[in-house]
C-alpha cells in the first residue's frame, strides 16, 4: 500500500488510514464546509421574499434576429449588468446575465453542451412601461420580462411553467477593487438589515479572503458570488441536481431548516445518507412536476453552488390533493429553487416540457446523450480494490466458469501500477500483462484497469517528468506547480483545460506508449474531483490556477469532466481501424462537441467508468455513485441516487454492488445483486480490507440466488442494449421514476424504492432486512385508470391502481411488464454476452386491455462504430388482431445477423390459441406452428424466422 513518509502532512496521512481501515472512522463532517462556513453561502442565501434590488432599463432594449438584450441596473449601487434573452430550438429559452464593464472577464462555462444551441428568431410582441413580451415557436412559447423589479416569466401557451426572480433573491456580486468596500460598518443599518451590495460585502469576514480549516483562500477578485430563485407555478414536487445520497424528490431546505443542497464535487467515502451534502458529481438541473405540466432550469455554472429548496412541508403528506408550501407568509406558493454560486456569470437554460419525457429530452437535447457502448460493457462486471496478481485474475475468471456464472469484464485497482504510476504496470504482480489480457479476450472476456488524474511526484516517471518540463500542471496562485497528496504519496495534477495537456494525456492510451494494453481494455477515471488528501475538503485550492488564468473555483466542477473527454478522446484514436482514411485530428474535434461525431467504422467504442461527472459527462463515461457502504440504506440509495442521474442525462448509472466498505452478510448481498440487475451500469466492487466477496465465498444458498441474479440480467440484455441505442437517439431516460410516465397519479411522485425501465418494465425490489412481503404501488392514468401489469415470473395480471401486497422469497425480485409491450430476450445464457451474439431470441408478448402490444429490437456487431453507417438492423414488432409482425424501422439499415426466433411467449390472451400459423416476406411460405400453454403464459415454439426478414405470425384458435 501507500508508504507513510515523515514528511507526509499530517492530514494525508490520517485520511489514507480511513481509507484503508474503513471501519475506524465514517465521513468526518468537519472536514466538509456547511453554508454557514462559507462565506459567499452565507451572504448570498435568503430565505424570506424580497422586492428585487435588480430593474430592467426598458429604453436600453436592443432587437435582433435570434436574441433581445437588455441592461439592468441595480437601484442602490447603481452598477450595471446586461440581460441576454433567445429562445432555444425544442421548447426552450436561454437567458445570460453578464456585469457589462466587470474589471476582468467572468467565467462560462465549455464543454458541457454536445454543441451549440440551435437558436430560433425572437420577436418582442410588446413593450410598456411594466414588461416586456417576447414571443417564440409561432407564438407557443413567450418569456415576460417584468421592468422593476426584474422577473422573468416563461410560458407554454397560456401556462406559467418556470419564474425566475419572483421572491426577489437575485443577487450578483459585481467586481470591484478591494479598496472600496473598507469603510467601518454601520452598526444601526447593519442590525436593520438594510445593507446595500458592498456594505454586506465588506461585513462579511470571508469576502476577501477566507480561511477553511489550515487553508487559506486569498480570492484574488475578491467577492464574485451570484444568486437567482427559480419557481416552478405547475408543479408539486421539484427534483434533479445530483448528486446527493437523499430521496429523489428534494427536501425542504429554505429558512434554516437544513443547509441547501450543495454542488461541489468533493471525495466523501463512506457518505452519510438523507442529506444534501456535496458528493462526486455535479449535475445542475432542476425540475419541477406537477398533475398539470413538468418544466425545468439547467443553471450552467462550474462553480461550488448551493441550491435552497422551497417546498412542501415535509411534516405534512405531500401527495395530499391538496399540498401546503411552506414560504414566510404561510401562502400557498409552489415550489422553487434558489441556486447560489461563487463565481461565473447567469447562464440559464429554462425547459419548458410540458411533460416529463419531453423536458427530460429538452436538457439531453443540450448536453448530449450516452453514445451507445459495447454490449459487453452493459453485462457483469467483477472488481475489487484489488486482485492481487495475474494468477488471481485468472484464478477469478476460471471460478466464474466453474459455477456457472456468467460474467464479461475483470477489473483492476490501483495496485496493478508501478508504485502508483499509471499508464505502467507491477511486472512483480503482473509479470505478462498482454498474455494476461489475451486470456480474458479469448474466452470473451475484458479487462478494465484505473487511470487516475493525480500523478506521482517522481522523478523516474516520463509523466511526471514530461508534465513539468513542458508546464502542464495546474499552478497555484504563486505561478509554481500545486502539489498535492494521494494515492502516490506527493502528487501534481495535469492542467486538463488546455488542450495541449488533453491531447498529451489522451496520447498516453495510444497502444505505441501504453504497449502493455490492447484495444479492447476498458478504462477507469476515479480521484477525479479532484482529491486531494491534504487539501481544503480533500480537493483542490480554489486559487490555484488553470488553462486561460482562470481560478479553480471558477472550473471546480468541470474538472473530471475535461479528464474523462481526454480520456474518451485517447481511447478513440487507441481504437481506431489502422486502415482508417479519415483525419483523426478532425474526428477528435467532432467528437468533442458532438456524441455522434465522425469516427471510423472499424473503430471500437470506448467503455470508461468515471466517478466526478459534470453535465454533458455522459457522452464521455458511465458514472457509478462512489464509495457506500454494505447497510440496507445504502442499497435503498442506490436506486434514489441513480434515478436523479438518470432524469439528469446520466443513464448509464450503478452503485458498487454488496457496498464498497464493510462486509455484507448474504441476504443483503444476494438482494444487492437483485437490484444491481435492473441498474444499467452491473458491477461488483469491495474495499482492499473487506473479506473476498466473489460469490462462491458464500454459503451455497446464497451463491444460487445470485447466479440466479446475474443470469436475469444476460437474458435481458437484447432488451438492455435495445434501451441503450434508443437512448442515443431520443435522449430520454432509460431508468425512469414512476413520475416519468404517470405525472397526474401525484401518489407516484416520492415513490423513490421502485422504478421503471423505459416503459415497459416497472421494478420493486426487497430492500429491507427479512422481508416476506412488498408493497408495490401501482400507478394510475389522468382517467384515474390503471396499466394491465404482468408479473414477469408466473404471469399473474394486475390491472388496478394503488398498493398491492406482493409475496417474496429469496429468488423473488418482483418486476413486472406493462400490458401492451413486447420485449426481446435471449435464453441461452453463456459464460459472456460476447458468445451470445448469434444466438437465438425469444419474444414476450404482454397485451394491454385491447389485446395490443408493441416493441423492438436492436440488433448490431455490438462493439463498434459501424452502426452509424447504416449496419444495423431496427425492429418493430406489433401484435394486433391476433397478429405478430415484424419490420424494420430504418429501412435503409441492414445488418447480417445469424441470429433467429425462437420462442414467442404471449401472455394475458383471453384465451389460448390452438396453433399458429407463420408466413415469411412475401407470403410465398407458410409453417403451421405448435402451441403450448406455460406458466399462465401461451408459447409459440421455433418459428425458425430469421431476424432480417419480415414475417408475421397468426394465432389460430
Given amino acids: 500500500m501507500v508508504a507513510l513518509t515523515a514528511n507526509m502532512p499530517i492530514l494525508a496521512v490520517v485520511l489514507i488510514f480511513c481509507y484503508l481501515v474503513p471501519e475506524s472512522i465514517s ?15 452565507r451572504r448570498l442565501r435568503r430565505s424570506d421574499p424580497e422586492v428585487s434590488k435588480f430593474e430592467v432599463l426598458p429604453e436600453t432594449l436592443q432587437t435582433y434576429k435570434d436574441h433581445v438584450q437588455l441592461d439592468l441596473q441595480h437601484s442602490e449601487s447603481k452598477h450595471l449588468y446586461v440581460l441576454k434573452l433567445a429562445s432555444v430550438k425544442g421548447g426552450m429559452f436561454h437567458f445570460e446575465i453578464n456585469e457589462k464593464s466587470p474589471l476582468s472577464e467572468r467565467y462560462r462555462v465549455v464543454d458541457a453542451l454536445v454543441k451549440e444551441p440551435e437558436y430560433l428568431p425572437i420577436k418582442v410582441e410588446s413593450s410598456s412601461a411594466t414588461a416586456i413580451i417576447v414571443s417564440a415557436d409561432g407564438g407557443t412559447n413567450k418569456a415576460v420580462i417584468q421592468i422593476a423589479p426584474l422577473k422573468l416569466d416563461f410560458y407554454h401557451g397560456d401556462k406559467l411553467m418556470v419564474s425566475a ?87 425542504h431546505t429554505a429558512g434554516g431548516k437544513s443547509d441547501p443542497y450543495r454542488l461541489y464535487n468533493l471525495d466523501v467515502f ?161 509479470p505478462h500483462p498482454l498474455e494476461m489480457i489475451r486470456n480474458l479476450t479469448e474466452r470473451g472476456r475484458h479487462l478494465t484497469v484505473i487511470i487516475d488524474p493525480h500523478i506521482k511526484r517522481d522523478g523516474g516517471y516520463f509523466f511526471h517528468n514530461d508534465c513539468t518540463e513542458r508546464g502542464y500542471y495546474v499552478k497555484n496562485k504563486d505561478g509554481n506547480v500545486y502539489e498535492g497528496w494521494c494515492w502516490p504519496g506527493a502528487a501534481s495534477y495535469p492542467d486538463f483545460f488546455d488542450p495541449v495537456v488533453r491531447k498529451y494525456f489522451a496520447d498516453q492510451y495510444l497502444l505505441e506508449n501504453f504497449k502493455e494494453s490492447t484495444v479492447e481494455v476498458g478504462i477507469w477515471n476515479d480521484m477525479n474531483e479532484p482529491s486531494v488528501f491534504n487539501g481544503p ?4 485550492l480554489k486559487d490555484n490556477v488553470h488553462h486561460g488564468g482562470w481560478e479553480h473555483r471558477d472550473v471546480h466542477n468541470l474538472y473530471g469532466h475535461m479528464h474523462i473527454m481526454a480520456s474518451y478522446d485517447g481511447l478513440l484514436r487507441r481504437n481506431e481501424d489502422e486502415h482508417r482514411q479519415d483525419d483523426p485530428l478532425e474526428m477528435l474535434r467532432s467528437y468533442s462537441t458532438d456524441s455522434r461525431g465522425k469516427v471510423s467504422n472499424g473503430a471500437l467504442r470506448p467503455f470508461i467508468l468515471t466517478r466526478s461527472h459534470f453535465s454533458g459527462s455522459q457522452r464521455f463515461a458511465a458514472v457509478w455513485t462512489g464509495d457506500n457502504m454494505a447497510e440496507w440504506g445504502h442499497l435503498q440509495a442506490s436506486i434514489k441516487m441513480c434515478l436523479s442521474l438518470s432524469v439528469s442525462g446520466i443513464s448509464f448509472c450503478g452503485a458498487d454492488v454488496g457496498g464498497f466498505f464493510g462486509n455484507p452478510e448474504g441476504e443483503l448481498f444476494y438482494r444487492w445483486y437483485q437490484v444491481g440487475a435492473f441498474q444499467p451500469f452491473f458491477r461488483s466492487h469491495a474495499h482492499i480490507d473487506t473479506k473476498r466477496r466473489e460469490p462462491w465465498l458464500f454459503p451455497e444458498d446464497v451463491k444460487l440466488v445470485i447466479r440466479d441474479a446475474i443470469r436475469k440480467r444476460y437474458r435481458l440484455l437484447p432488451f438492455w442494449y ?123 408478448v404482454a397485451v394491454d386491455k385491447n389485446g395490443y402490444a408493441k416493441g423492438t429490437l436492436y440488433i448490431d456487431d455490438e462493439a463498434s462504430f459501424e452502426y452509424r453507417s447504416g449496419k444495423y438492423l431496427y425492429l418493430e414488432f406489433e401484435f394486433k388482431d391476433g397478429v405478430l409482425s415484424s419490420k424494420k424501422i430504418d429501412t435503409t439499415a441492414t445488418y447480417p445477423t445469424k441470429s433467429w426466433l425462437e420462442r414467442v411467449i404471449l401472455v394475458g390472451l383471453p384465451k389460448a390459441p390452438k396453433s399458429a400459423t407463420i408466413h415469411l416476406a412475401g407470403g410465398a411460405t407458410s409453417t403451421e406452428l405448435e402451441v403450448n400453454a406455460e406458466n399462465g403464459a401461451s408459447v409459440v415454439r421455433k418459428p425458425g424466422a430469421s431476424m432480417l426478414d419480415s414475417w408475421s405470425i397468426k394465432l389460430n384458435y
Fill in 27 to 41: 465521513v468526518d463532517r468537519n472536514n466538509f464546509k456547511t453554508c454557514e462556513q462559507s462565506s459567499f453561502c
Fill in 537 to 540: 475538503e480533500v480537493t483542490m
Fill in 722 to 844: 435495445t434501451m441503450f441505442y434508443e437512448h442515443e437517439r431520443s435522449g430520454l431516460p432509460i431508468m425512469r421514476p414512476l413520475l416519468a410516465h404517470y405525472p397526474s397519479d401525484v401518489n407516484a411522485y416520492e415513490i423513490d424504492s421502485q422504478f421503471l425501465l423505459v416503459d415497459k418494465l416497472m421494478v420493486a425490489p426487497v430492500l429491507k432486512a427479512g422481508q416476506s412481503k412488498v408493497e408495490v404501488y401501482f400507478p394510475s392514468r389522468e382517467n384515474g385508470e390503471s396499466d394491465i401489469w404482468y408479473d414477469v415470473d408466473n404471469h399473474r395480471k394486475y390491472s388496478s391502481a394503488g398498493h398491492e401486497s406482493i409475496s417474496v422469497d429469496s429468488y423473488k425480485v418482483p418486476v413486472f411488464q406493462r400490458g401492451g409491450t413486447i420485449i426481446p430476450r435471449k435464453d441461452r445464457i453463456r459464460r459472456a454476452s460476447t458468445l451470445m451474439k448469434d444466438d437465438p431470441y425469444t419474444l414476450v
Fill in 165 to 251: 426572480n419572483s421572491k426577489g433573491l437575485m443577487r450578483m456580486e459585481h467586481l470591484r477593487r478591494k479598496e472600496s468596500a473598507q469603510p467601518a460598518r454601520d452598526e444601526e443599518e447593519g442590525a436593520e438589515g438594510h445593507e446595500n451590495e458592498v456594505q454586506e460585502v465588506k461585513e462579511d469576514p470571508g469576502a476577501w479572503e477566507e480561511n477553511f480549516k489550515s487553508h487559506h483562500d486569498s480570492k484574488p477578485n475578491g467577492p464574485e458570488a451570484l444568486a437567482i430563485d427559480f419557481s416552478f407555478p405547475q408543479s408539486k414536487v421539484l427534483f434533479g441536481i445530483p448528486e446527493h445520497a437523499d430521496s429523489f424528490v428534494l427536501k
Fill in 270 to 430: 463512506e457518505y452519510e445518507l438523507d442529506n444534501g451534502m456535496a458528493l462526486y458529481g455535479a449535475v445542475p438541473v432542476i425540475y419541477g412536476t406537477g398533475p398539470g405540466a413538468t418544466a425545468g432550469v439547467y443553471w450552467q455554472n462550474a462553480a461550488e453552488t448551493w441550491v435552497d429548496i422551497f417546498a412542501s412541508d415535509q411534516e405534512k403528506n405531500v401527495m395530499s390533493s391538496i399540498i401546503n408550501f411552506v414560504s414566510s407568509s404561510n401562502q400557498q406558493d409552489p415550489p422553487a429553487a434558489n441556486f447560489i454560486s461563487e463565481s461565473g456569470i447567469m447562464d440559464v437554460f429554462i425547459l419548458l416540457g410540458p411533460s416529463p419525457l419531453e423536458t427530460f429530452r429538452q436538457y439531453t437535447d443540450l448536453t448530449g446523450t450516452a453514445p451507445l457502448p459495447q454490449l459487453y460493457a452493459i453485462a457483469y462486471h467483477q472488481c475489487r480494490w484489488n486482485y492481487n496478481d495475474e494468477q488471481d485474475v485468472t484464478t477469478v475468471s476460471a471460478k466464474f466458469d466453474e459455477h456457472d456464472i456468467p460474467m464479461d469484464t475483470m477489473w483492476l485497482d490501483i495496485e496493478y501500477t508501478d508504485g502508483k504510476k499509471y499508464f505502467t504496470w507491477d511486472h512483480h504482480k503482473f
